[in-house]
């Protein structure tokens, strides 16, 4: 019996000795524990500086924000001179002549206006048209025909450059 009683207090004794190495005894590790990493928060200041962040690129200096507008500023004042350039408004009277559908063509009789004039090329302002008939129509008794008499378009207005 003295031998069961020694034998259950060493069986005793192993299993206190075995149970710290169960885990219940702290064992030095290598690496401390890694913080775990806080899920992202999507709130409103966390998206504006994405935002921020996707549009900085885009954003100039103020320095090429200036070149640009000057850019910009002498790309309108060329074309505003280009469309006030000094021209002359002159009157006459230039015939319009009949283009191949039979329609008079006052841009060629402006032009002829203005080149008379020492101008390079012109734009019809004003026109005025007369019918113009052959002295046939003047005979006593004759019959009027529709060849004996024609309209003309004249260009009176233009504006020359």
Do not use: F, W
Not at 122 to 147: F, H, M, W, Y
């Amino acid at each position: 019996m003295a031998t069961a009683l020694s034998l259950m207090a060493a069986d005793a004794a192993s299993q206190q000795v075995q149970a710290p190495s169960l885990g219940v005894r702290e064992q030095p590790s290598a690496a401390p524990p890694q913080p775990q990493a806080e899920p992202e928060n999507p709130g409103l200041i966390n998206e504006m500086g994405k935002l921020i962040d996707r549009l900085r690129p885009s954003i100039k200096s103020p320095g090429e924000t200036l070149d640009d507008l000057n850019a910009r500023a002498k790309d309108a004042g060329e074309t505003i001179s280009r469309l006030a350039k000094p021209g002359s408004m002159v009157s006459g009277r230039m015939v319009c002549p009949l283009a191949a559908d039979r329609t008079p063509d006052c841009k060629a009789g402006a032009d002829k206006l203005c080149q008379g004039k020492g101008y390079k090329e012109g734009k019809s302002l004003n026109t005025d048209s007369a019918e113009t008939c052959s002295a046939k129509v003047l005979i006593p008794g004759r019959q009027r025909k529709p060849d004996d008499c024609h309209t003309d378009t004249y260009v009176t207005t233009a504006l020359c450059q």
